[in-house]
C-alpha cells in the first residue's frame, strides 16, 4: 500500500492535469495581450446627451447615436442648448467633438447640416447630472 502523502500528490496532479484539458495551459509572457472592451469613463463629460436622432439626418449620416455626448461644436465647448444650436447655426458644417456611447472615447466628427439643423434632440449632461455613462445596446 502506497503512503498517504503519494496518494495526495498523485490526486492533485490528476486534478491540474484536468484543469490544463478543461481551460487550457497558462499562457507564456511572449503572447500579445488579450483585446479588452473599452472602459467606459465613471464621470459623464458635461454636454449635450443625444436623446433622438432624426432618420437621414444631418447627425445619423454623420454617424451619430443615441447616448453619445456632443461636447464641443466647432472648437466651442458646449455648455448649454442655446450654446449648441448657436454654433450650429453659424456654419454649414460642423466639426463636433462626441464621446462615443459604446468606445468611451473622444472622437471627431464632421456632419452637413441639413437646413440649418443637426437633426437631434439633446440633454444636457455634466457630473453633478448623470454621473455614470449609460450603457446602451452595441451594434452588431
Excluded: C
Excluded at 500579445?32 to 449620416?61: C, F, H, K, N, S
Excluded at 455626448?69 to 450654446?83: F, M, P
Excluded at 454654433?87 to 473622444?106: N, P, T
Amino acid at each position: 500500500m502506497r503512503p498517504t502523502w503519494s496518494r495526495v500528490l498523485l490526486a492533485a496532479l490528476v486534478l491540474l492535469a484536468a484543469a490544463v484539458a478543461i481551460h487550457g495551459a497558462p499562457k507564456g509572457g511572449d503572447d500579445p495581450p488579450a483585446r479588452q472592451e473599452p472602459l467606459m469613463p465613471l464621470v459623464m463629460p458635461r454636454g449635450a446627451m443625444i436623446t433622438y436622432v432624426t432618420p437621414d439626418g444631418a447627425a445619423d449620416e454623420a454617424g451619430l447615436e443615441v447616448g453619445d455626448v456632443i461636447l464641443s461644436v466647432n472648437g466651442a465647448a458646449v455648455t448649454s442648448e442655446a450654446d449648441l444650436n448657436r454654433s450650429l447655426k453659424l456654419s454649414w458644417g460642423a466639426r463636433l467633438e462626441v464621446m462615443k456611447r459604446d468606445e468611451g472615447q473622444r472622437v471627431k466628427v464632421l456632419a452637413f447640416l441639413k437646413e440649418g439643423e443637426l437633426g437631434v434632440k439633446v440633454t444636457m449632461v455634466d457630473p453633478e447630472t448623470a454621473p455614470f455613462f449609460p450603457r446602451y445596446r452595441r451594434r452588431v
